[in-house]
């Protein structure tokens, strides 16, 4: 008989560790650090190993964490992608040894070779007859993401491979990951512009792989580095794994320099030591090192376990730097968009080399979820990761007079009623005037990829703030230049050109308008989006939530948003404002008046013959339809290429009108 309490732990640990894997692989964000996951995942293999009746066949300890998200096309891997075991002591590193010599004798001396761990995210990179013809996300280690038009932005990645021997096709996987120094700079802008930071570099690398638009990917700045190669049809010289690395190279790959050949294991633990030393100061996250059983036929001979993991290979894992200290207060920042992050104020500690005053508590969620409160002893980590973060109370120390934090129903900077929005864990200051957002909101409405107001940086904002000569973004237009050269450091020229670019302004375009006035989920993709498929900002203020979350790449969470935003009376307040200054409110080149098609909702599925999905999404929007991914029976046209399916089907079940590629080129009429 199994105790009703293993049962019930078991239980908890798959919500647990479920939970954790959705948050990582679907949202970017997690929400226990490694060490926390780690234990939760050990305890659970753990208990499965004395229990064996309890392990599901669902149980996480089964597979790779991580369903592929689903506004990206999929992508089946050719050869399952892996993880790797982790090895926490030298100790753990022995014991792998001996497991692998029962079936494979000859890998005890064979030799390793080591490679740093990059704090990334995996991809996978096939070419065929050396040239790159799909790159793709891990996913679910079976089937990840279709990323290549986002991976070919990445220098790194070679096209075209150079010298020769390549397999006719194969599979290169790596990792991308972002420059430490990029990161930093990513996570300065994101905390400016109101939205909450990334965790870590791997986080932050996932999403900016997963953007819909390859110019977002590439302004990231992403890097590469190359580590397996998995022939599908033709074979590879390289008989040891040190010699694959010099391969990856020759071809134009980066590979990490760091990677180490060891004649055996006391080598190995050697330098590993020395590695770790190192591993803080390079130019990348790294989070380990990875020991590899170096010749090829003894990786073969040794095999998978599952689809988890391989024998050759295993992570060795670092404790991360951990301190204790007093949580003074926890604060509350007001981002540009209005969102209330929490945010914990520490008596002064040492942490990796630097002291550290503050630590990220992401929302309000995590604080509740990790039950910290003010007066409570808390351990802080930094594991890789730029913002430390907190683990969680010791409540072992309590004295009962530490206070459980409530979350402000006011915001903290204009007083007006935080709101909380379905399915979101932020709370927001709803007031698009309110102080505590107007300096980042300004500095974001001016800058270059929304407004472009050249000259006007957070340093001058600041200035005609302080002045009062400004409070929204509206006020802009009304400044003159005798106001301007009243105040310090402002010539008669600057300030005559300063007037001048803000008047130049008032001329673009409706989408960076709407990406500028800094709406919750409203970025440059979206804001494009919107502006392409309503034309006017008139029409967009009056659509109903349903009308824009049907459009291709919004959906209902940007939809509510968008709805929200515009309900709020200080909204509507400021937009008049700025259409009386005289600013465009449409969008050129797309229609202000309803098309053709206006108020019909579209499917497309299958293969057209001649236009690609998202030629025909976008012109089916300018004629005033729009493009949905589901079929239902809202749905007013389906239209059917070679090879539909399951939509296609669903059609002809509800009655739909189906249509094919000629008929919708009729009803579109001549292209604009
Ligand atoms: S080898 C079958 N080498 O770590 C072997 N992985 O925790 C697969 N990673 O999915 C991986 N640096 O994304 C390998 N030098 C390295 C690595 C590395 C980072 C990542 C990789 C893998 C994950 C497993």
New binding site residues.
């Given amino acids: 008989m199994i105790p009703a309490l293993i049962r019930d732990e078991v239980a908890a640990l798959h919500e647990q560790i479920g939970r954790a894997n959705r948050a990582y692989y679907e949202f970017d964000a997690p929400e226990l650090s490694d060490a926390e996951y780690d234990l939760l995942f050990r305890r659970l293999q753990a208990l499965e190993a004395k229990y064996p009746e309890l392990q599901a066949a669902d149980s996480p300890t089964r597979r790779v964490g991580g369903v592929p998200a689903t506004h990206l096309p999929k992508h089946v891997h050719l050869r399952p992608?892996?993880?790797?075991a982790n090895a926490f002591s030298d100790e753990d590193l022995v014991a792998w040894e001996q497991r692998n010599a029962k079936l494979a004798p000859a890998a005890r001396t064979a030799g390793y070779t080591l490679?740093?761990?990059?704090d990334?995210?995996?991809v996978c990179l096939t070419y065929a007859r050396g040239a790159l013809v799909t790159g793709a996300t891990?996913g679910n280690g079976a089937v990840g993401e279709n990323v290549t038009a986002n991976l070919r932005t990445i220098d790194d990645i070679p096209l075209e491979l150079r010298g020769t021997g390549w397999p006719a096709l194969m599979e290169v996987?790596g990792?991308v990951y972002f420059a430490i120094e990029a990161f930093r700079k990513l996570n300065l802008r994101r905390v400016r512009e109101g939205e909450p930071p990334f965790a870590n570099p791997r986080n932050a690398a996932a999403g900016a792989l997963r953007q819909l638009d390859p110019a977002a990917t590439r302004s990231r700045r992403l890097r590469c580095f190359a580590?397996?190669v998995v022939p599908i049809d033709g074979t590879l010289a390289a008989t040891t794994h040190h010699e694959v690395l010099a391969t990856l190279g020759q071809w134009g790959f980066q590979v990490?320099p760091h990677h180490a050949r060891c004649p055996d294991m006391g080598a190995a633990i050697q330098r590993i030591a020395e590695l770790e030393a190192e591993l803080p100061s390079l130019p990348f996250g790294a989070d380990g090192v990875?020991v590899?059983v170096d010749p090829r036929n003894l990786q073969e001979a040794l095999g998978n376990i599952g689809d988890r993991e391989?024998r050759w290979?295993i992570?060795r894992k670092f404790a991360p730097d951990v301190a204790v200290t007093r949580l003074l207060d926890i604060g509350v920042n007001v981002g540009r968009t209005g969102a209330l992050a929490p945010y914990a104020v520490l008596e002064p500690v040492e942490l990796g080399g630097v002291t550290i005053t503050s630590a990220t508590l992401h929302n309000e969620e995590v604080v509740a979820q990790k039950d910290v409160r003010v007066g409570d002893w808390v351990e802080v980590i930094r594991a890789g990761e730029v913002i430390p973060k907190v683990v969680g109370p010791l409540r072992e120390r309590r004295d009962g007079s530490e206070a459980p934090w409530i979350p402000p129903d006011r915001c903290p900077a204009c007083g007006t009623p935080a709101v909380r929005y379905p399915d979101e864990v932020m709370r927001y200051c709803p007031n698009p005037l309110c102080p505590g957002r107007t300096l980042e909101g300004i500095v974001h409405f001016a800058s270059r990829d929304a407004m472009d107001i050249r000259g006007l940086g957070e340093e001058r904002l600041r200035q005609l703030l302080e002045a009062g000569l400004i409070h929204s973004m509206a006020d802009l237009y009304q400044l003159t230049v005798d106001q301007l050269v009243k105040l310090d450091r402002f010539a008669s020229q600057s300030a005559s050109q300063l007037v001048a670019a803000i008047a130049a302004s008032r001329s673009r375009p409706l989408s960076v308008l709407l990406y500028g006035l800094g709406i919750r989920h409203v970025g440059k993709t979206v804001a494009q989006a919107l502006a392409r498929h309503f034309g006017s900002l008139d029409r967009l203020r009056h659509a109903d939530a349903d009308a824009i979350a049907a459009i291709n790449g919004v959906g209902p969470t940007i939809a509510a948003a968008v709805r929200a935003w515009f309900d709020e009376p200080r909204s509507a307040m400021l937009i008049d404002t700025l259409i009386s200054h005289g600013l465009t409110t449409v969008e050129p080149g797309e229609r202000a008046e309803p098309g053709a098609l206006s108020g019909k909702t579209f499917v497309l599925t299958g293969t057209l013959p001649t236009l690609s999905r998202s030629d025909a999404a976008v012109r089916i929007e300018r004629a005033g339809g729009s493009v949905s991914s589901s079929v239902s029976r809202r749905t007013s046209t389906v239209v059917a290429g070679e090879a539909a399916g399951t939509k296609l089907d669903k059609a002809r079940q509800l009655g739909v009108e189906i249509i094919d590629e000629a008929e919708l080129l009729r009803r579109l009429g001549p292209p604009a």
């Fill in positions: 992608m892996l993880s790797l490679e740093v761990k990059i990334g995210t995996a891990r996987r990792e580590f397996q990490e990875v590899k391989p290979a992570a």
